[in-house]
């Protein structure tokens, strides 16, 4: 019985070592299941890990806005920072080793506008505080049962489809036709600097400097969000490692991207409407739908779950006004808080920079104002 039990576990410990040695090997996945399989299951691996790690972290660019308005600089700036310190730090190292070549992507290889990315920036940050999270925190919020993020999460997704291709096309077009500028290197803000990508690498150990000081300035309530937020980060930079190791292996082009909320959201709305025309799976379509089980299973595993609605104090039109901003924001700006000022801001774009400064700014006046006349933030 033993042996044949040893004989057991020999067979097994082989198989689980051919399939692994099949994992790394990605030429042999990709031909095994083709590319847009093969980004759609790491797409989705990536996004239970985002999925999972924000909701247990309440990883939040809102509450991190918040804090600092009210000069608090606490657990959710802290986390806020430290997530964004992790992602910068792997992506940078993995830059200056040779591993990441993110100079044809559409943070910096495409057509930017910088009246598209601040404006857009601003109206995105507006529609946050309305809305009471961004896009990636909307579907996070949904996971746990909350009905208002679903509205606004729908409604957020249709806007965004009627601005890259609909009713609201024309005016993202004209707004962003005000101050284009060209793709390139030059797009790079350590380029235009000139300074190498590991100057990029001392200013993500200031984040994380930043977020350690901020976390001990509040142990006792942040040790549990760490990790969480480390996690996240971490995420962010797996996405464009992953794009990047497939792209290196296909024939065919594939984009080396970070994550994004804004284009998934819409194109996951068409491909429930309109079967036939979705586009093929790929990164994106693994993506979102994996962030909303990540959530929906540490909400359960934690005891967060619960269903939550509209109450006397939430006005229905405060949070679809906001979707609206969003919606449209995010397109103009060429992403969200993580499409473009994490997961653009990691690679150094001027544009991503310029949209995550702007939706800073945009969140920190309309909460300033909204306080002030005592509506609800």
């Not at 004989?7 to 299941?33: D, Q």
């Not at 006005?315 to 808080?337: D, P, R």
Request: with cysteine.
């Amino acid at each position: 019985m033993q042996a044949l039990w040893g004989g057991h576990c020999l067979e097994s410990i082989s198989v689980i070592s051919e399939l692994l040695g099949n994992f790394v090997n990605i030429a042999t996945l990709l031909e095994s299941y083709g590319d847009h399989w093969v980004l759609a299951i790491g797409g989705a691996l990536i996004g239970l890990l985002f999925g999972f790690s924000a909701q247990r972290s309440k990883f939040c660019a809102r509450a991190a806005v918040i804090e600092c308005c009210e000069g608090e600089w606490r657990q959710r700036f802290a986390g806020w920072m430290l997530a964004f310190a992790s992602a910068v730090l792997v992506v940078q190292l993995a830059i200056s080793l040779g591993f990441l070549k993110p100079e044809s992507s559409r943070h910096l290889g495409s057509l930017g506008s910088v009246s598209g990315s601040v404006l857009g920036g601003l109206m995105f940050g507006i529609g946050m505080i309305m809305t009471r999270g961004c896009a990636s925190r909307l579907i996070i919020l949904s996971a746990n049962g909350n009905l208002r993020a679903w509205i606004s999460g729908l409604v957020f997704a249709v806007t965004v489809q009627a601005t890259i291709s609909g009713a609201l096309a024309p005016i993202r077009l004209n707004i962003a036709s005000w101050w284009p500028i060209d793709g390139g290197v030059q797009r790079n803000v350590l380029n235009f600097l000139g300074v190498s990508a590991w100057a990029g690498l001392f200013i993500g150990l200031i984040f994380l400097a930043v977020a350690v000081w901020r976390f001990k300035a509040t142990a006792g309530q942040a040790k549990a969000s760490i990790l969480g937020n480390i996690f996240v980060g971490l995420a962010i930079a797996m996405g464009w490692l992953f794009t990047q190791w497939v792209a290196g292996a296909s024939f065919e082009p594939i984009p080396v991207q970070g994550l994004s909320f804004s284009g998934p959201s819409a194109e996951w709305l068409t491909r429930v409407l309109y079967t036939d025309t979705a586009p093929k799976f790929a990164f994106d379509a693994g993506l979102l739908p994996s962030v909303f089980v990540g959530s929906l299973i540490a909400s359960v595993l934690f005891g967060e779950f619960k269903f939550e609605g509209f109450q006397t104090e939430n006005k229905l039109g405060h949070y679809l006004s906001g979707a609206i901003l969003m919606g449209f924001g995010a397109v103009l700006a060429g992403g969200c808080t993580v499409g473009a000022g994490m997961s653009g801001g990691v690679v150094f774009s001027d544009t991503a920079w310029l949209t995550l400064i702007s939706i800073i700014a945009g969140a920190a006046m309309t909460y300033q104002f909204l306080k002030s006349i005592g509506a609800p933030t």
